[in-house]
């Protein structure tokens, strides 16, 4: 059982240094660590990203960098291929990585949202956002916004204003460019009780939470924004548990936020694999959980995939950009 990581640039046989802190939790409670060429591999280089990627046999779990969902498939391969058995397919991570995989099973509990593909994205962006209204909305794409730029790129008033939603269609295609993910996804902006504002962006920071799934059980809840944790409780996960079993992915991280009446809401699913910690996250209780489940799959990994406990069909990241 291994856990893999970006290697370093510069000495490509050892781990980035991003992800020392992590480097060091996996191997404080015995998980090998091996490394990938995580640029390598998304351009497709597959042989190039494993040239130092560890031999099989047995499970395997990536952190890392976000890759597309075609990258993560061809690197999936290249690992099974040297013997390895990823706990994540790439069925699974396509399910986690783009909102348009999750947001059926859980519309119940998430913003409402549409989503458009196909040029032209801006002409059926704009017909698509009649169904909201007049109602305030979020642009991002099947994985990530720009709401570090929330007011140029990300946040739109009302959707009724063309103009508004045009300006900032077009700053976050500017924004995304050849890093676009699947297509524009359009969501409805709904009030959270904030605790802050950004110092650079001036967005709004909420009481939000990001929780680690792993075989459909909580491993690690903690706060999503550095420097909250006195003002952001325990989430009431359980509530989305069914639900989010019945993805059926082995590893989720799972944003959660209470709006502005108390009441919380699933605000964003990732796969587990490519969700960063908070910089003051301590990563040990995740890795702690990782080695426990590498070593219940033993070498079967996904390629003889265990269920999610409960009912249910089988670029670079941080902790904020989804």
Do not use: N
Not at 129 to 137: C, H, I, Q, T, Y
Not at 152 to 158: D, I, Q, T, Y
Not at 265 to 273: I, M, N, P, R
Not at 301 to 318: I, Y
């Amino acid at each position: 059982m291994t856990v893999v990581f970006p290697c370093d640039p510069d000495r490509p046989e050892q781990p980035d240094a991003a992800f020392a802190h992590e480097v060091a939790a996996a191997r404080a409670v015995g998980l090998p660590v091996g490394v990938v060429d995580h640029d390598a591999a998304a351009r497709g280089e597959v042989d190039l990203a494993l040239r130092h990627a560890p031999r099989g046999p047995g499970p395997v779990a990536y952190r890392g960098w976000m890759l597309r969902a075609a990258r993560y498939a061809a690197l999936h391969a290249g690992l099974v291929a040297r013997g390895l058995s990823p706990l994540t397919s790439p069925s699974a991570y396509a399910t986690g990585h783009h909102l348009p995989r999750w947001y059926p099973q859980l519309a119940a509990f998430t913003p409402r949202s549409v989503w458009v593909e196909g040029e032209p994205l801006l002409a059926r962006a704009v017909e698509a956002v009649r169904a909201f209204g007049d109602a305030a909305l979020i642009v991002k794409d099947f994985v990530k916004s720009e709401k570090h730029l929330w007011e140029a790129a990300c946040f739109v008033p009302r959707a009724d204003d063309a103009a508004a939603l045009e300006r900032v269609v077009r700053r976050f295609l500017a924004e995304r460019g050849a890093d676009l993910e699947g297509g524009l996804v359009l969501r409805e902006f709904v009030p959270l009780e904030r605790v802050g504002e950004h110092p650079r962006s001036g967005m709004p920071i909420s009481v939000e939470a990001r929780a680690f799934l792993l075989e459909g059980a909580p491993v690690h809840v903690l706060p999503y924004w550095e420097g909250t944790a006195a003002r952001v409780p325990p989430p009431p996960i359980a509530s989305f548990l069914p639900s989010l079993r019945g993805l059926g992915s082995p590893f989720l991280a799972v944003d959660l936020a209470r709006r502005a009446d108390g009441e919380w809401l699933l605000l964003e699913v990732g796969d587990g694999q490519v969700s960063g910690l908070p910089e003051d996250a301590d990563p040990a209780p995740l890795f702690l959980a990782l080695a426990r489940c590498l070593r219940r799959l033993g070498p079967r990994g996904s390629e003889e995939p265990r269920r999610a406990r409960g009912d249910g069909p089988a670029a670079r990241s941080d902790p904020s950009d989804r």
